[in-house]
């Protein structure tokens, strides 16, 4: 019995030792594999959060730059090269407007470039002068300093270092023709060792504005033309006038001749150009700003603000009537971000300006300026059924004198109650249809009033239409007794209210013998230095009197666009192979004044018409 029991403890021993060597491998086997699978995946994590580690220090890094103004630019750029592409390049804008970029000024002394680096503006713009100008400590080290300092704690050598290591664009406004070349040789060094590798504006005032006498010194303008090409032409030129705001005299503004000597100074130039132009005195200089801006199309404007702020309507002018990629707004808070509040409303009214181009007014199908509709004003009654029914085209008004008052304006009624001019204008105004105005005055004694009446309501605000002005004139070889000479017709509009469309027409008994050429060339003198757009207004019943003159026409086609006034005496064979002749000329500057009935069986007889 002791002995069985003895063999089956044994056995029970051996067992359970058995089965403890077991568990003891399958434990060690499975602490082997948890390792093995441990070390990997920890491998793996650590590898994962160096990667992170990697990412995440130069992404803070370069966030905290950006929120602070230091980050270099990402992508390389000539200095000489577009602001704007600089800015979308950069990530700054996401289109090209002007209206996107941001300025800071006056970036001078070293406080106040620190408080622009950490700003988020995009274009730096600081003055630069020469140490000690004007004083016997005067040196050659450009500094950054605005009249009257003289000295400051910031080279512009300092300066540029500073701004290099960020990401903004550099405007540099000269106080002095001294500091132009030391300053211009700086930039060139630094161009050739690190590269600049952003737009580089260099402004000076070279011309004499609005109410700066003659005698207030300006920068030389020749000389500084002179030192950019010569010494760092790479940049583009912010070219300006000297100008002084009065609010005693609103409205003196920049003029023709201004304007043309700002062009003669720089005509020649093969950099792009700027013009900087103070806001509040741009609506007014419109005519000649404008002009200056269509000499070419590397030409751009930067609209800054003095004191005085200009109004959101005057800047909404400006913006309706350019390209939003050739004019820049440095404009102070509040008065910017209510511009551009309300630059972005998509249905408020466009504010045209009066002497602006009809196919960019009205839009015509295929921009073809014989798609746009005439009338012509013959009665109150006549007026109101076509501003209520008629979805909009120009209006030709004739314009006589009221039998009661001779110095009156009125409209050329069919009715037995005159329609003063000014009760005309006010109805046509009153309208949210798209309106073009074609005041054909008829005495010389109205002219004057008639465009009293127009400057009126454009200084209320309320002119935002194409306005033509026509009047058959004497000159030259049309010189005829009984009609307004050319000169006076001109003088008058430049006097009253320049900011219109010229239609100046020959006398009918000066056509006996059609558009002669020496009527054409004589009528092109007269014309010859005007700023305004201009349309000759032809007849169908002279057209066929003279073939020489029609080529004369052509000639004159490229500078000013063609009226053709459609007599419905006119057979309409003839007719249509005159407005065939003309529409080789090109479909976008020749408008017909037709009467609507005519218009509608001319246009059955022909194709695509």
Not at 93 to 101: C, R, S, T, V, Y
Not at 166 to 179: N, R
Not at 457 to 467: E, F, G, T, V
């Amino acid at each position: 019995m002791d002995k069985n029991y003895k063999e089956e403890a044994g056995k029970d021993k051996m067992e359970d030792e058995k089965r403890d060597d077991e568990e003891s491998r399958q434990s060690k086997s499975v602490m082997n594999r948890c390792s093995r699978e441990q070390i990997i995946m920890l491998c793996v994590a650590g590898g994962l959060l160096l990667l992170l580690l990697v990412i995440a220090i130069p992404a803070i890094i370069l966030t905290q730059s950006s929120g602070s103004g230091s980050c270099p630019v990402k992508v390389p750029f000539p200095p000489d090269g577009d602001m704007l592409d600089f800015l979308m390049r950069n990530g700054k804008i996401q289109d090209k407007d002007g209206l996107h970029a941001t300025w800071y000024h006056s970036a001078n002394n070293k406080a106040q470039l620190d408080e622009a680096l950490k700003s988020s503006v995009m274009v730096l713009e600081a003055d630069v002068q020469i140490e000690g100008y004007g004083t016997i400590n005067q040196t050659n080290t450009p500094i950054m300093a605005h009249p009257p300092d003289v000295y400051s704690d910031n080279t512009l050598q300092e300066w540029i270092d500073r701004v290099l290591d960020s990401d903004k664009g550099i405007k540099l406004d000269f106080k002095s023709i001294e500091a132009v070349e030391p300053s211009l040789q700086i930039l060139r060094a630094k161009n050739q060792t690190t590269q600049i590798n952003r737009p580089v504006w260099v402004n000076a005032d070279i011309i004499h504005g609005p109410n700066v006498p003659g005698f207030i010194p300006v920068v030389d303008g020749t000389r500084f033309i002179q030192l950019i090409q010569q010494t760092f032409p790479e940049v583009t030129i912010s070219p300006g006038w000297k100008v002084l705001y009065l609010s005693l005299f609103p409205n003196n503004t920049y003029t023709q001749a201004m304007v043309t000597d700002m062009y003669d100074a720089i005509r020649h130039v093969p950099q792009k150009v700027t013009f900087p132009i103070m806001a509040v005195m741009a609506k007014r200089g419109w005519p000649h700003i404008s002009w200056l801006l269509s000499q070419s199309s590397s030409f751009s404007l930067t609209l800054w603000q003095g004191k005085e702020n200009p109004t959101v309507n005057d800047l909404l002018f400006i913006r309706d009537n350019s390209n939003p990629q050739r004019v820049y707004y440095d404009i102070y808070e509040p008065v910017l971000s209510q511009f551009k509040e309300a630059a972005k409303q998509r249905n408020r009214p466009r504010r045209f300006y009066p002497g602006g181009d009809l196919i960019d007014y009205f839009k015509p199908r295929d921009n073809h300026g014989w798609n746009i509709q005439w009338q012509t004003v013959t009665s109150r009654q006549f007026l109101m059924s076509l501003l209520k029914d008629s979805t909009g085209g120009m209006l030709v008004i004739p314009v006589v004198s009221s039998a009661g008052h001779p110095k009156s304006p009125v409209v050329q009624s069919t009715e037995f109650e005159e329609l003063p001019l000014e009760e005309c204008l006010d109805l046509i105004l009153a309208s949210p249809k798209p309106w073009g105005l074609y005041l054909q005055v008829k005495s010389p004694s109205q002219l004057a009033p008639s465009l009293q009446l127009l400057s009126k309501a454009y200084d209320q605000d309320r002119l935002y239409h194409p306005s033509w002005i026509n009047m058959e004139v004497s000159h030259g070889a049309f010189q005829t007794p009984g009609y307004i000479s050319g000169e006076d017709f001109l003088s008058t509009v430049e006097t009253e209210f320049p900011f219109v469309t010229l239609a100046p027409a020959w006398p009918k008994e000066a056509l006996s013998e059609g558009y002669t050429p020496a009527l054409v060339e004589d009528m092109l003198q007269l014309l010859r230095d005007v700023y305004q757009d201009v349309s000759l207004q032809l007849s169908t019943k002279s057209l066929g009197r003279a073939d020489a003159g029609l080529h004369h026409l052509r000639a004159a086609h490229k500078r000013f666009s063609l009226t053709v006034e459609i007599d419905p005496e006119t057979d309409q064979r003839t007719c249509l192979q005159y407005i065939m002749s003309l529409r080789e000329m090109g479909g976008h500057r020749i408008f017909l004044n037709i009467p609507q009935n005519y218009m509608s069986e001319l246009s059955s007889k022909a194709d695509n018409f």
